[in-house]
């Protein structure tokens, strides 16, 4: 089966670990990539340059009713839980916070796995919350791939090891080794059906 998306969550030490994971992916990402950072109001225009610098894909944030697509990697807004439909488009959403954070990677992560089921790739990288572990249980349960930033590689390692404890099969890795990890997966186009 070929994966078409690529959820990636994380929060404290994220800037670090998500770029490190792009520059792994090279310009060879045959699947849509969206990402959910935690971060403060006030910094949403920072994230993406920062992110830009790290890889050869277009880094933007995510708008309401995107297309995740290949070469293309979409960053949940600042204050927006960001969700993929049934339809493979990106809804955003003002509903409470999640695990004290909006965007919520649970939320992506469930959605995603919804939508695109065994087609969907999930990462957990640090974080200092439990945030993305039920999503990445949830992508796992449908088929989907679970891979998870091996705990003593991250810079908080609450995230990853509650993502851990929450799968069962999670692919664990050093952070170095994601990104090209992802990339020789051969992932494949499309949108859900």
């Known amino acids: 089966m070929e994966h078409e998306l690529i959820v990636i969550g994380a ?10 994971v792009l520059t792994g992916l090279g310009d060879a990402a045959g699947a849509g990539v969206v990402v959910a950072q935690h971060r403060g109001p006030g910094t949403g225009e920072l994230l993406a340059p920062l992110l830009q610098r ?11 009713k995107d297309s995740p697509t290949p070469g293309v990697v979409l960053l949940a807004p600042t204050d927006y839980h960001t ?3 049934d339809d493979g488009k990106i809804a955003l959403s003002t509903e409470g916070p999640v695990q004290n954070a909006r965007p919520s990677i649970d939320v992506l992560f469930r959605s995603a796995a919804d939508a ?8 957990v990288l640090t974080g200092t919350n439990g945030d993305g572990a039920d999503g990445l249980a949830r992508i796992e349960q449908l088929g989907g791939l679970a891979v998870v930033q091996r705990p003593d590689t991250a810079e908080r390692s609450v995230m990853p090891g509650a993502a851990l404890a929450a799968t ?4 664990v890795l050093p952070l170095e080794e994601i990104g090209p990890y992802l990339r020789n997966l051969g992932a494949g186009h499309g949108s859900p059906t």
Do not use: K, M, P
Not at 54 to 64: C, F, G, N, P, S
Not at 116 to 123: I, M
């Open 54 to 64: 790290r890889t050869a894909l277009v880094v933007r944030e995510a708008e309401d």
């Open 83 to 85: 969700l993929v439909e």
């Open 168 to 171: 069962r099969s999670a692919v």
């Open 116 to 123: 695109y089921r065994e087609r969907c790739v999930g990462v």
């Open 11 to 20: 929060s404290w030490g994220g800037l670090h670990a998500v770029g490190t």
